[in-house]
């Protein structure tokens, strides 16, 4: 009855995955307990952790375990296709929550701490430093325009050549969109590969010492 509580609570914690997923899951860690012989309930999160815990750990594997698989038939068949940063960004949070329920010694957690949000902080200074400079650039094309229909009567040539500075700039920010998305797109694209691998580096390291790996013994 315990370890079935336990396996119930960690499937109401694995969003994202198939049922299918879920239940293959739910029976490798229901038949691990078994094995271990983990009758109670302390004995269960001494090993597992709680069910959101292992639940976090479970899907940042599977997003690993999906990336893998799909670099591995684009690689096959056509080139590989960039994730959305909406998609990106999920994944980071994913494993950046697994990571957090990952037992692991003091000194290292201090430093994978660090790792991680000195990525996260170049990545986002990164991202904000691209809009800011694209915005920047959108409100002094439309500031020359606001400027212009102010000299157009008095100054005309003035305001000519304001109203046309202004709607260069302006058309230039438009035709940059695609380039401005595919830059901030390749830095959270970076900063996910980055914080995947610190996450296979702490995931074996916890496997080394004893803990259970689901993906490895079932994929």
Wanted: aromatic residues 10%; glycine residues 6%; proline residues 3%.
């Amino acid at each position: 009855m315990i370890k079935q509580d336990y396996i119930n609570e960690l499937k109401t914690n694995l969003h994202g995955l198939s049922n299918g997923e879920i239940n293959e899951a739910a029976e490798f860690y229901l038949e691990y307990m078994e094995d271990g012989h983990l009758d109670s309930r302390a004995a269960i999160v001494d090993k597992l952790g709680t069910p959101k815990q292992l639940a976090r750990k479970i899907m940042a594997d599977y997003s690993i375990k999906s990336d893998v698989s799909e670099t591995s038939t684009q690689n096959n068949h056509q080139e590989k296709t960039p994730k959305s940063p909406k998609t990106n960004s999920a994944t980071i949070w994913i494993i950046i929550l697994a990571l957090l329920s990952t037992p692991v010694t003091i000194p290292l957690a201090i430093m994978v701490a660090v790792f991680v949000f000195v990525a996260i902080l170049l990545g986002g200074v990164a991202v904000v430093v691209i809009c800011a400079l694209y915005f920047s650039a959108v409100m002094v094309g439309l500031k020359f325009i606001q400027i212009s229909s102010a000299l157009l009567v008095t100054k005309m040539f003035a305001g000519l050549f304001y109203l046309g500075t202004g709607l260069i700039i302006l058309g230039i920010a438009i035709l940059i969109i695609p380039v401005v998305y595919t830059v901030i797109s390749w830095v959270i694209q970076e900063l996910t590969v980055f914080i995947k691998f610190i996450y296979r580096k702490i995931s074996r390291k916890s496997n080394q010492n004893g803990g259970p790996h689901y993906e490895e013994n079932n994929h």
